[in-house]
């Protein structure tokens, strides 16, 4: 079982955790484990004066909250998919749900 104390983000933008493709495969992992599924996420660029959004790699999954016994699964499943052919650039900020709660 994967402890989320050992899954090291990116970058810390204030205190928020944002990954790479890369390293957002052993948090997807943490995810999957502990049955909190990805409501979306944003993908930024940094700059030397701070982020941009990039459009392309934003998303969301809140219409998979219709179908809750395969939310989990499903939704880390696409995030895999769609992460794998984002450019290393790219860093990601996850919105998650678990047990009906935004965390």
Not at 15 to 22: F, G, K, S, V
Not at 81 to 90: C, D, G, V
Request: charged letters at 20%; one cysteine or more.
């Amino acid at each position: 079982m994967t402890k989320l104390n050992t899954i090291k983000p990116t970058l810390m933008w204030g205190n928020t955790p944002l990954y790479n493709n890369i390293d957002a495969m052993p948090f997807l992992d943490y995810c999957l484990e502990n049955n909190i599924g990805i409501l979306g996420w944003d993908g930024f660029v940094v700059l030397d004066d701070g982020f941009m959004p990039k459009m392309d790699w934003i998303c969301d999954f809140s219409d998979f909250l219709k179908q809750p016994e395969t939310f989990v699964q499903k939704t880390i499943d696409i995030s895999r998919n769609f992460l794998q052919s984002a450019p290393e650039n790219i860093l990601f900020e996850f919105v998650l749900q678990k047990d009906g709660q935004v965390l």
